[in-house]
């Protein structure tokens, strides 16, 4: 599908024009950590093919937004879902978003990936936001410096590749908004490690396009067994070494992940929603 370059109210961003539009989004860190580090993983390996714009009275009107903003949505259609940031202070600046006729089908549902509580609200003035899923930010500072922890003789821990995938698609289907092959090219590009115990993938982890620890798993059978932690230690470590800053989204009811990152020294900030968005 053709790309648009400007809508009613936002403008296409060039790739020359990345490096300037993270500096921008510097001074309004953590809540703009998503976006930066997703501009800042697409200038270093271009994971996934994103579309990045800007509001037309950028930066005075601090908005932006990246199409698609899910790996997979059921048309597939690069302007059918959305991430946006906006300082959560001027969350009236959705309102762009709102009116904005060219880009995007204002009849149509909008599926909206993890964005700050307040521009959700924002939005429910125009939308109802239908299978809502919440998720809290913890943001790590100070970053562990070793991992000097040694895993058990008959346990080894391996950098994943794209033939490794599918015993992570059996351990974690990817979601309605998720496209497989996301994995494949994340661990492609980017630092994901495995446990395997006797040849059996017993737990793993990556970096997400949008620099974050991602999807962290392990096998009901080897939980308990101090994987997570190892494997969460030495991505965090590897993360801040490539020049990111470590974060997690962690659902509130999961107070195991709480626990483990509490321990590695990550501290929430603020809280997120996903949702499909249906026009009022």
Known sequence: MEIVPEGKNFRLVTKDELPAVADVLVQYMPESLKFHQTIQTYLNNKVW???????????EEPICLHF????????????ESVTIFCPSERSELVDLVTSEDILLDLTKPLY???????????FEKRYE????????????DNPPTDCNEE?????????????????????????DIECREVFEKL???LPAYGIFVEGQLAAWMVQSYYGAMFSMQTRPEFRRKGYGIY??????????????????VIRPENDASRSLYSKLGFEKCFRTVRAVLHPR
């Open 231 to 248: 494997l969460a230690r030495r991505l965090t470590k590897e993360v801040a070494a490539r020049g990111y800053k470590p974060f997690v």
């Open 49 to 59: 093919d994103f579309h990045f714009y800007v509001a037309k009275n950028w930066p």
């Open 187 to 189: 661990v492609a590009e």
């Open 151 to 175: 895993l058990p003789q008959d346990v080894e821990l391996v950098r994943l590749q794209p033939k490794h995938m599918q015993a992570v698609h059996d351990l974690y289907p990817a979601s």
């Open 112 to 122: 909206l990936n993890f964005t700050h509580e307040a521009i959700v609200n924002r």
């Open 68 to 79: 698609p903003g899910c790996t997979s949505t059921p048309n597939s259609h690069p302007y």
């Open 129 to 140: 936001a239908q299978d809502k899923i919440t998720g809290d930010v913890y943001v790590c």
